[in-house]
């Protein structure tokens, strides 16, 4: 992915910085504690916790929190509504939760036009 392709969070970050205005926020997806850590060391504006537990999750926001509370908070990947009412006692600031949209069903729809 892009975090790769730059050599890792802090390189994405300072890609990004050097990059856009600086009042853009910059909001990075961390996988694991290491990368939430260097993200945070970097001065990301906002985190994206991907693909963790909810005992993760509530981890990394108590080190968002004690450590750069002013940090925007989301979490995602494998978001049920089963899973918000814990995630919500943990301090996150947003869930994205695909699986309304992935889950939905579709309706087959098509439009003729002629002249």
């Known amino acids: 992915n892009h975090i790769a392709a730059v050599g890792g969070v802090g390189p994405?970050?300072?890609?990004?910085?050097?990059?856009?205005?600086?009042?853009?926020?910059?909001?990075?997806?961390?996988?694991?504690?290491?990368?939430?850590?260097?993200?945070?060391?970097?001065?990301?504006?906002?985190v994206l916790l991907d693909n963790m537990d909810d005992a993760r999750i509530a981890a990394c926001v108590q080190q968002v929190r004690a450590d750069a509370p002013h940090v925007f908070v989301e979490a995602s990947g494998n978001m049920d509504a089963a899973r918000l009412a814990a995630l919500a006692r943990v301090g996150l600031d947003v869930v994205s939760v695909g699986g309304f949209v992935h889950q939905a069903r579709w309706a087959d729809l098509s439009l003729r036009v002629t002249s």
Not at 27 to 41: I, K, S
């Open 12 to 46: 994405a970050i300072r890609a990004a910085r050097d990059a856009v205005h600086h009042l853009v926020r910059i909001e990075v997806e961390v996988t694991d504690e290491a990368e939430l850590a260097e993200a945070l060391a970097e001065g990301a504006d906002g």
